[in-house]
């Protein structure tokens, strides 16, 4: 049976530039590009193995369908290391491998790279928490010093509250990735999270969550969350991915919002 397509495009439709995954289909990232950027405004190019990047030959093709099909790009790193690991070889092994796939998307130009911090063992002390934010700073540091620009990464919420890191977010001038279906699992104010980093969201994640499982179609988002994003979206300018791995997640979460937003329909703004 043919892959189903989406029924109609809605590039510009939205005052945000709206995205979604790499992987709506059970393919790669050129096939599921070629099906998917008719539709939408830009694409979040799925990275989760370090050991697994874009071949040089996919990101070639990503570049021309960029201009084929007037699409942009975001790009989720790498998330099977950590640079705050207590580890110092892991931490190595975490910037090197980040480095790589900054490298190999580079030619892209992506809006932003959504990076996953980790803080694993907690409750942690304030001194353990403090030794883990000195391991994340000195990661950083390494990172920047190779040529990555700072304003490049979007630091994602998990399970922490992202304030662990706010220091650093605007000492480094770090963008955030507002991860709605992590704050919703973990309890947390959706829209008290937004507005606290509003100056520095470049990028929401937005996907529905039920009975503790997150990834779903926005048909599933909870009353309280799907109100304060009624009230946060008409006025986001950034990237707004519908952060799913199924077409038919996709499609439910395209009707969610067509049926909520087309008072506030505009351009989208890329930041290419």
């Known amino acids: 049976m043919p892959a189903p397509l989406l029924s109609k495009s809605d590039k510009g439709r939205f005052p945000f530039t709206l995205a979604t995954t790499s992987f709506i289909y059970p393919d ?3 096939p599921n590009v070629e099906r998917l ?17 874009p071949a040089r030959s996919a990101i070639e093709a990503l570049s021309r369908l960029c201009g084929e099909y007037d699409v942009t790009y975001n790009v ?10 207590r580890d110092g070889s892991h931490r190595e092994q975490a910037v090197h ?40 700073r000195a990661s950083l540091e390494k990172i920047f010093e190779a040529g990555v620009r ?3 990464i979007s630091v994602e919420t998990l399970d922490y509250p992202l304030e662990a890191l706010k220091d650093l977010i605007a000492a480094f001038g770090l963008g955030v990735c507002l991860d709605v279906g992590h704050l919703i699992l973990h309890g947390r104010d959706v829209e008290k999270t937004f507005a606290e980093f509003a100056d520095r969201t470049a990028i929401i994640h ?3 969550v039920r009975d503790g499982k997150d990834h779903l179609g926005l048909d599933h988002l909870p009353h309280d969350p799907g109100a304060a994003l009624i009230r946060i979206l008409p006025t986001f300018k950034g990237v707004v991915s519908l952060e799913v791995f199924a077409f038919d997640h996709l499609a439910a979460s395209l009707n969610w919002l067509e049926g909520r937003f087309t008072p506030f329909s505009a351009p989208a703004r890329h930041s290419r």
Request: aromatic share 6%; net charge negative; proline share 9%.
């Open 37 to 53: 950027a008719p539709y939408v405004d830009e694409i979040e190019l799925l990275c989760f193995e370090s050991a697994h990047l």
């Open 97 to 136: 491998a980040l480095l790589q796939a900054f490298e190999r998307v580079a030619p892209l130009t992506p809006t932003t790279c959504t990076l996953h911090i980790p803080c694993d063992g907690q409750p942690l002390s304030a001194d353990e928490i403090e030794r883990w934010r000195d391991r994340v």
């Open 206 to 208: 937005l996907h529905g």
């Open 150 to 152: 700072p304003g490049l």
């Open 76 to 85: 989720h790193l790498p998330t099977d290391l950590s640079i705050g690991h």
């Open 28 to 30: 790669d990232y050129v």
